[in-house]
């Protein structure tokens, strides 16, 4: 039986890695899309004389990129 739960749980640690790894694609696709619509708002406020409106954008465009390198750079420990 043990020999069994070993190949069961070498079956089930690339499952894991292939479902954290979609995971992060699709944390990274929000977080971009969310910053291309940052940038756009952030233009518009631009163009309408909105200086201090484009920079609290800008800032949480900031924050956006800090959350996709921390998430870029994450680490996958094995159990």
């Not at 971009?32 to 291309?36: G, H, M, T």
């Not at 756009?40 to 920079?55: D, I, K, N, T």
């Not at 800008?58 to 420990?77: D, H, P, T």
């Given at each position: 039986?043990?020999a069994?739960?070993?190949?069961?749980?070498k079956?089930?640690?690339?499952?894991q890695?292939?479902?954290?790894?979609?995971?992060r694609?699709?944390?990274l696709a929000?977080i971009?899309?969310?910053?291309?619509w940052?940038l756009?708002?952030?233009?518009?406020?631009?163009?309408?004389?909105?200086?201090?409106?484009?920079?609290w954008?800008?800032?949480?465009?900031?924050?956006?990129?800090?959350?996709?390198?921390?998430?870029?750079?994450?680490?996958?420990?094995?159990?």
């Open positions: 039986m043990t069994q739960r070993v190949q069961a749980r079956q089930r640690r690339p499952r890695v292939i479902a954290a790894l979609n995971l694609i699709v944390v929000a971009i899309v969310v910053q291309l940052g756009a708002a952030a233009l518009q406020a631009s163009l309408a004389g909105h200086g201090a409106e484009v920079a954008i800008l800032g949480f465009e900031l924050l956006a990129v800090a959350a996709a390198l921390i998430v870029a750079r994450g680490e996958f420990s094995e159990p």
